[in-house]
């Protein structure tokens, strides 16, 4: 686990997009940031508290968390100079570029040194077992999707926290970089090894009491043939006994695969159902979670009634209307 | 590329199992293989000529295999005498053992002061891409199982076997250690990362001849929890144009999970045939292959009958029959 609360890093970030993970975790765990540390440039904002090292330090902050994507794919000298400070201050530093932190000299001899850690969050730190199978104790939900990000994340976070107000054991259990730093910990699973996947998500999500939820954080889609087999991993590894429907109306084809379109909610239920009876014969698909970010409120409103009257399911957007009905149906089961 | 031919080591391989691997070699490409090497002790015996490293170099061996599973799962003192040896006269080695060539010192300077080259075949040697599901040319096969280890191995390799004597363009494409071994080339598919299974799979199977077939070895089964991930990215990264069902007809349970009932083979033929649309809607399933091992010949008759009967489709057992049958169906499509 990396250690709380943060200091997050928006080095020279052009914009807001780039600062995506910071806002990530300033959304859904704003306790776990003290402030940001933006650098000459910064055109990003999160609305908290700038602070230097020491003033982070002063506050209490134990991680340098690198909450922007960095331009051209290296560690510029600039950021260098932060980070290497921050090492020699006392904070452990967190990451998910894709270049390493491991790979940096500079970094590795200043850790060392100065007895700290740095954290790949891309980077599995763990020796994964293989999925045995066994029914585990406490309940799942899992949001699959019609294609690759249509929202998944955003859906298991927004259930948590939900649940989290109505005073539900709930725990959001990450299987990416982004919801890893936002949370703390969890299982980068898209590079762990194929024969580990299931293994990954069985460890990630262990036996619990019998009314907690794991939240468990959807990747890819069985529909996208390229990520199909970490999805599927997904849904035998966390035997859910929920799972939510997640889909983005406006898209015209596969992320990234223009010859391939993307499934019905039909489809999509009646593939995942009987794929994720095999682990948990008692699994319904609870609900639907729509994405309508690029519809207008009264689109939004007429698409997700629309969906909700021919699936027969309560169908939201989460981020317009929030999970209340997602997690009254949870509650149902 | 795994250099050819071979030289067969059994070690000191207790007995004939334990030599599974060069079994295979020796039954289906024995011109890859001049000869044993076998220690004292050794109970195995291929049935091919006993060689010394010296016999070995003169009929031509440029590989020393290592074709058996070692004790205790570390490489003996006597064994690495051997080995160290065969590096120095110019042999390169190749293992699928789970401890690594790589991690054995000796092993690693000898290879470096001779100019050798040590193949642990369990690990991933390329860089792999993620899928980008085009549609390829040629044509692909892929046998898929109710469970792990019911003979789909076999099954790909009797039917290009049955392919080659018929004239017909083919080539097996092996995903595990044994396969790759064999053949001298594929992908370890189960210790690739999560993210690029279907991009290693594509990269095996490339562009080619319209009336090429490759026979894509499977993995794992769509209803095996601990592997369904990467049998889902060989159908989706292999876009098979036929699947063939294969079948253990004795097995209780899940190999390795007590609480996991077998589907039947309609099951496996509903689930798996939608997948593989998704990746080439002009996929068929062609056949049957079921493993009778462990009945008689009038049960293991039986058996093939009444699952054609009932299925409607070729059922063969390939080890007894051949796969005509199989190869037939395919001339068909």
Request: charged share 20%; with cysteine; net charge negative.
């Amino acid at each position: 686990m990396i250690q709380t609360p943060y200091l997050l890093f928006l080095g020279d970030a052009p914009d807001q997009l780039a600062a995506k993970v910071a806002q990530g975790i300033k959304d859904w765990r704003p306790e776990n940031a003290v402030g940001q540390l933006r650098m000459e440039g910064c055109g990003a904002d999160l609305g908290i508290r700038d602070m230097s090292l020491e003033d982070a330090q002063a506050a209490g902050a134990k991680t340098l968390v690198i909450g922007v994507a960095n331009r051209g794919g290296y560690i510029s000298k600039a950021w260098k100079e932060v980070l290497v400070k921050a090492l020699q201050m006392g904070f452990d530093i967190a990451s998910g570029l894709h270049n390493l932190l491991r790979d940096e000299d500079e970094l590795v001899a200043a850790a060392r040194v100065n007895g700290r850690t740095l954290f790949d969050v891309r980077i599995p730190s763990v020796a994964y077992p293989i999925a045995n199978g066994v029914k585990r104790t406490g309940k799942r939900c899992l949001a699959i999707g019609t294609d690759c990000s249509v929202g998944k994340m955003y859906t298991g976070l927004a259930m948590d926290a939900e649940m989290q107000r109505r005073g539900m054991k709930s725990t959001f259990r990450p299987t990416g970089q982004t919801g890893i730093l936002i949370t703390g910990g969890g299982v980068p699973l898209d590079a762990v090894i194929a024969d580990f996947m299931a293994g990954a998500v069985e460890y990630l999500t262990p036996d619990n009491d019998p009314d907690h939820w794991d939240h468990l954080e959807g990747q890819g889609s069985l529909f996208h043939v390229s990520y199909s087999g970490v999805t599927m991993a997904l849904i035998h590894g966390g035997q859910p006994d929920a799972l939510v429907l997640a889909h983005e109306p406006t898209r015209t084809h596969m992320r990234g695969l223009p010859d391939y379109a993307l499934p019905s909610l039909e489809d999509l239920r009646d593939t995942a159902l009987p794929m994720a009876r095999i682990a948990n014969p008692a699994c319904q698909v609870v609900g639907i979670s729509v994405n309508t970010q690029k519809l207008s409120d009264a689109e939004a409103a007429d698409c997700l009634a629309r969906i909700e009257d021919r699936m027969g399911l309560p169908t939201v957007d989460t981020f317009r209307y929030g999970a209340g009905r997602l997690v009254d149906a949870l509650q149902a089961i």
